[in-house]
Every structure is written in C-alpha cells, then in structure tokens.
C-alpha cells in the first residue's frame, strides 16, 4: 500500500523522532545547533552547573555577531559588557570543544549568514539557534527554528529538544516579480497580509513558480521572516538551485557522500497529494516594493499606497495599536509614505546582507551620491562576503557614493553593539523588525529591500525604486 | 499552582519582546537583575527616572501576580529575558487571548503561566476592571480555571505535559537524559551514512 502523500514539514519531522510517548511531546533529534553570545552564557552556566558535557560539540557551532561591533577588527570591543559576552563564548566554546568563529577570525560573520555559507546548513536537517531568524535556514528545506536558553541548555545537553508538531502553511506565489520588487517584497507583502501573529503555531512551505525562480540568497530572505509572520520556522523544498549553491561548501559532503546525499535530498519535496492545515497565495505579478509605516513588520504597504487611517478600523485594541504605532512613527494617516525625509540607511542583517543584496544596493549607488543629510551604512553578513564583495569592487561604489563599508555583524538589525540610531530619527532599514526602539531607543524604522533603500539614501526621502531604474 | 492576585494591565496588541526587554540589555551573561529593565523604554525616561504614570511603577502594579495584555503576546525574537524578566518583577501569569510559540515555550520553562482566553473573555475581564481596578483574579493551573468574583469559569488550555511539569517541578533536561539509550541507538542509525560537522 502506498504510504499516505506528505509535506516536507512531516518528512524532517518524522525522521527526527527519537521517541514518543502519548502525552508527551515528541523527542525532536537535532542536527545542527548554531550558537551565538547573546543567548548561551546561561546555558552554558547551567551545563557546568549540573556537571554536563555538550553531547556532540561535532553538530555545534558557535560565532559572534550581536554584540560585537562593526568598527575596523584592528580596534579592540570599546563595550566592557559586550566584551566580556564575546569573551564567554570564547571560553564556552573553547571549554567545551565547540567549534567557533571568533571576533578576529576571517570567517566571522552573522550566524544565520555563515550556516549556510559555510555548507553547515543541508537540506532535511533539524537547525537550532537561540535566536528567532533561525528560520532562514529553511531556505535549504531544513526544519530550522528559534529556541530560548533552556532550550539551547537541553540541546547542548542532549542532542534533542521537546517538541509538538506545528501545523503546516502552504504560502504559494505564483508568477515573476516586476522589475524595482525583490524577494524582500514578498515577505514584506505576506506580513501585511496575514499580519505578524498570522501564522502562530505554523511552519510554511513557500511554493510556487515564483519562489522557484528565487536564489538560494533570495530564498534566505524570504525564510529569514518567516517568524515575521508569526511562523516558527519556514522552508523552501530544496532543489537543482540548493545543490548547486551547496555543492564544494567546507562542510558540505564530498565525493560518493554527496551522491548518496542527494539522492537522500531528492525524497524531499512535498508528495502530490499532501494536504497543508492552512494554504495561501499570493500573485507575484501584483507586488509593489514594499515598505512598512509601523512598528511591527505586519504594517507595511506597497510604496505607492498611504499611511492607514486608525480610524477606520472597528476593533478597538487593534485601532489603539495603529493610532500608538503612528504617533511613535510621528506619521500623518492618509499622507503616502514616499517623500518621507530620512536620516539613515541600513544595508545589512541576516535578511539582507548576502553578496547578492550588495549587488543590489550598489546597482543604484553606482555613480551616484548618497544624499549629504543621510547616513548610509553597508555592513556585509560575514567577512567571506566582505571579501567577495571587496574582489569585485563594490566597496568602491559604496564609499564613492559616500556610504560607511564596515565589518560583518549584526550592526544596526539590533541596537546593542554601538551602531545605533538616536531618538527620533527615521531609517530606511534593509533588516526585520521595526518594533519601537528595535534600532535604538526612539529610532523610527521603514523596513524595505536593499533596492529601495538604496535609491532612498541617494534622494534623501522614501523612494520607490522604480524612478530610479 | 495556585494565586490569586489583582491584574496589572497593558492592554496593547502585538506587544514584542524588545518592548519586554530591550536588546541592550541583553550583553549580561547572567539571569540576574531583569526585573527592574522590564519594559525599560515604556517605563523610564530619558535620565532614567521612572515615569510615574506608567503602570508598572505603581505600587499596585509591583504587588500583582498576574498581567494582561493585548493579542499576540511576546512576539518578536526568542529572548528568555523576556520571560526571566517578567518573573522576576512578580508575575506569574500573562493573560492574553495569544502567545508567540517561542515565548509561551520560555515561559513555560520558568512557571509563567501564558493564559490564553477567547477575545469574549479578554473583553469581559477588561469590564470587570474597569468597574472595579481593585478586583482580584483566581489562576489554578491544576483545574486550568481562572476566575473572579462575579465572572465566569474559564477554563483556560495548556500542554498537559507542561503542565504535569509545572505541577510536578520536572527537570526537562533531567527528563530527556533518562531517553539515553533511545538517543544513542537513534545516532547510530542516523549517523551511519550521514556526515557531522568533523567530515
Ligand atoms: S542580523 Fe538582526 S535579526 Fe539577524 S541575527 Fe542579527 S540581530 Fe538577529
């Protein structure tokens, strides 16, 4: 009898059952467990507590990005506090026997950037991280998801994690996307749809002739904010464009291993048949650039369109939520967004600091000036990129058109390594959030694709891309 | 588990953890001392003094066990802090009719209750303190009720097993290691053919 049709969420669950037991949530085996410094030093203080080791140091890998600073590596970390976090890690990892990416070496760069980069993420696997753009590991058809501390304890610990099924979300997008719109716009365009609690308790599967079309780098993107919308984790079933970009990787197999691999990746995909709990589409033709007005990444609209108005919205909680979003924002309901004056731009984060989102900004800032009253910071995902970035010169186009080329870190995603906005000021942001303060305290963000906010530093206001191709 | 407690109230959708905590407070490497950076930005000005308005400085505030709030509780990034500071200000619950899947876990992990109730219910408690701000709520984890003096029965869901930890005090890692030889017999199958970070 064939075996009931299932989706790639069922397939990497099913072959991480450890064990089961009725009530209880199922013993989830891990695969990959990446490790940053902010969210470890409990847990690994709670390891030595209880006398443990890390079960297997040989799935484990650890870097810096959040609190470390972006600044020339030949400058020492200025922050006492931030110093001492990326030294624990150092002493963790070392402690332990956890390989490590540190502070001053060549392949240091955002956790979620060097996974993949470095061939550590594989289609199939089960990926953790103390941290929720964990998701963007989906993009390789892993099952990859946040945990909190005691969750990276009881990994480091055991290999494994407690976990129940979530259901499955099929988000198909169909179609080609126009010129000027970008990978980040359908994300941006399925937070507004759903909104950012659409998909508690889900994990999606992106389908779709259009995210077939993606690069794996795009793919990344899209994945990276599955948690955006609510969801724990997001995927994308691997095919010829995940071997291609895994193939040679550091970490990836090799040889007869990588055949045996592939064949294995080949079962995969989603079987004919297979039912999802919840299913959506969205038409890859209709999206605009997107760019979010609010503070939280579910606000957000095409550029053309105009800032909402609190006051047509009948829910009273969720009326008081967008009249509190606005005044933070210090936006006008009914004014479009475009032409909003700006004081910074960020191209980073693990959404949007891949090779390809350089090309992208620098595509627009080649020849042109960036305008004087805005800060542009370009800051790569990891020093491999740096480097990439560096052999084909865009460096050059950045600090030509007048924009800051810095070292590979989380950066300006998340207020705590120095880089930072000050109170009141708007950012055009290629990262993921836009909650209040999430930039630096009083900071006022528009997130956006590296395209939009690329034209919006040259002209100083928000800037629908287009006029600028 | 049981408490009774007055309820401190933010009522305000889609509150995220960097409002719960924010990031710059997160380079400490211990649990210690979180309670009082518990929605620092809301809570404080600008040279540090608190603002004297915002609920959470209340005395009324610091005496209660139990917070509500809006839809979607604790979305945003995975912190612990979150949770590590919600318990150390005093709380024991969070009433909202929704929690990000990674808060709810965390706070499961360090007996916050996330209690979730129907947007009626949400709406009828909201009522009911606004007629009396001194009302006291009951949370029984055992009998999965919550209830106040005039209100209904409500019988709020919980994972059965975290609730049997909740109740019972188990030690998840605790829990998961007595799995060894299922662990290890599911490494040698697993590991047979597939490669490790080493090769
Ligand atoms: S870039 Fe931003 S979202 Fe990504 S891991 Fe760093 S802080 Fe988190």
Redesign the interface.
């Known amino acids: 009898m064939p075996s009931k049709p299932r989706t790639i969420i069922e397939k990497v669950w099913d072959n991480h059952i450890?064990?089961e037991r009725e009530?209880?949530?199922s013993?989830l085996?891990i695969?990959?467990h990446l490790v940053h410094e902010?969210?470890s030093?409990?847990a690994f203080?709670?390891l030595r507590q209880?006398g443990l080791k890390v079960r297997?140091p040989?799935?484990?890998?650890a870097t810096v990005d959040?609190?470390t600073p972006t600044t020339p590596r030949s400058l020492p970390i200025v922050?006492p506090?931030?110093k001492?976090?990326v030294a624990?890690l150092e002493a963790n990892a070392q402690e332990f026997g956890i390989?490590y990416f540190g502070f001053q070496n060549k392949d240091q760069g955002i956790v979620h950037v060097i996974g993949p980069e470095n061939g550590?993420t594989?289609p199939g696997m089960t990926v953790v991280c103390?941290?929720?753009h964990t998701a963007t590991h989906g993009a390789f058809g892993a099952l990859a998801f946040?945990?909190?501390?005691?969750?990276v304890?009881?990994v480091l610990?055991?290999?494994?994690l407690?976990q129940?099924r979530?259901k499955s979300y099929e988000v198909r997008v169909d179609g080609s996307l126009k010129k000027g719109v970008a990978a980040k716009d359908i994300i941006l365009a399925l937070c507004a749809k759903i909104g950012?609690?659409g998909g508690?308790?889900c994990v999606f599967e992106y389908t779709g002739s259009a995210i077939r079309a993606l690069t794996m780098e795009e793919r990344m993107t899209v994945c990276n904010m599955s948690?955006e919308a609510?969801a724990?984790a997001g995927l994308v079933a691997p095919d010829d464009a995940t071997y291609e970009y895994l193939a040679g990787r550091r970490?990836a197999?090799k040889g007869a291993?990588w055949d045996?691999?592939v064949a294995k990746w080949r079962q995969l995909p989603t079987d004919d048949g297979a039912a999802y709990d919840h299913n959506l589409s969205i038409d890859a033709d209709s999206l605009e650039p997107m760019i979010t007005f609010g503070t939280?990444p579910?606000m957000g609209m095409a550029i053309s369109g105009a800032v909402p108005d609190p006051s047509t919205i009948a829910d009273p909680?969720?009326r008081?939520?967008l009249r509190?979003a606005l005044a933070y924002m210090a936006l006008e309901p009914g004014k479009p967004l475009a032409g909003q004056k700006i004081d910074v731009v960020f191209i980073g984060s693990c959404t949007n600091s891949r090779l390809s989102d350089l090309r992208a900004a620098a595509s627009i800032l080649k020849g042109r000036k960036v305008s004087e009253k805005v800060r542009t910071m370009v800051v790569p995902g990891s020093q491999e990129i740096k480097r990439q970035a560096e052999a084909e010169g865009l460096d050059e186009v950045f600090r030509a058109a007048g924009a800051e080329w810095r070292e590979a870190g989380c950066s300006m995603c998340?207020?705590?390594n120095g880089d930072q906005l000050t109170?009141g000021q708007y950012s055009v942001s290629t990262s993921n959030?836009n909650?209040?303060?999430?930039q630096g305290?009083g900071g006022r963000t528009f997130l956006a694709s590296p395209l939009t906010a690329a034209a919006s530093a040259v002209t100083g206001v928000v800037t629908d891309v287009r006029t600028l191709l | 588990m049981k408490f009774e407690s007055t309820v401190t109230q933010i009522p305000v959708d889609n509150i995220d953890t960097d409002q719960i905590i924010p990031a710059r407070f997160l380079k400490t490497i211990s649990k210690d001392g979180l309670g009082d950076q518990l929605f620092f930005d809301w809570r404080y000005n600008a040279d540090g003094s608190p603002k004297p308005e915002f609920i959470l400085n209340t005395e009324k505030a610091k005496a209660s066990n139990v917070l509500l709030a809006g839809d979607n509780f604790g979305c945003g990034s995975s912190r612990e802090h979150a949770p590590w500071a919600l318990s150390q200000y005093g709380f024991q619950a969070v009433i909202s009719t929704s929690f990000a899947d990674i808060f709810k876990q965390n706070s499961l992990k360090n007996r916050l209750v996330p209690l979730v109730v129907s947007r009626e219910v949400h709406q009828q408690l909201r009522d009911a303190l606004a007629a009396n701000p001194d009302l006291k709520v009951s949370v029984d984890v055992e009998a999965q009720t919550l209830t106040w003096s005039g209100g209904p029965v409500e019988q709020f869901p919980i994972d059965p097993f975290a609730k049997h930890c909740l109740l019972a005090g188990v030690d998840e890692i605790g829990y998961v290691t007595q799995h060894e030889a299922q662990i290890a017999a599911y490494e040698a199958e697993r590991f047979a053919t597939l490669n490790t970070l080493t090769n």
Request: glycine share 12%; proline share 6%; net charge negative.
């Open positions: 450890v064990a009530g209880a949530p013993l085996f695969d990959l902010v969210t030093p409990q203080s709670g209880r297997r040989d799935l484990t890998f959040h609190s922050d506090i931030a001492a976090q624990q390989p550590l594989q103390g941290d929720s946040g945990i909190g501390t005691s969750e304890e009881m610990a055991t290999q494994c407690l129940r979530s950012i609690g508690t308790g948690i609510g724990r970490f197999p291993k045996e691999a939280n579910g909680l969720e008081d939520s509190k998340i207020a705590m109170p959030r909650f209040e303060g999430r305290k």
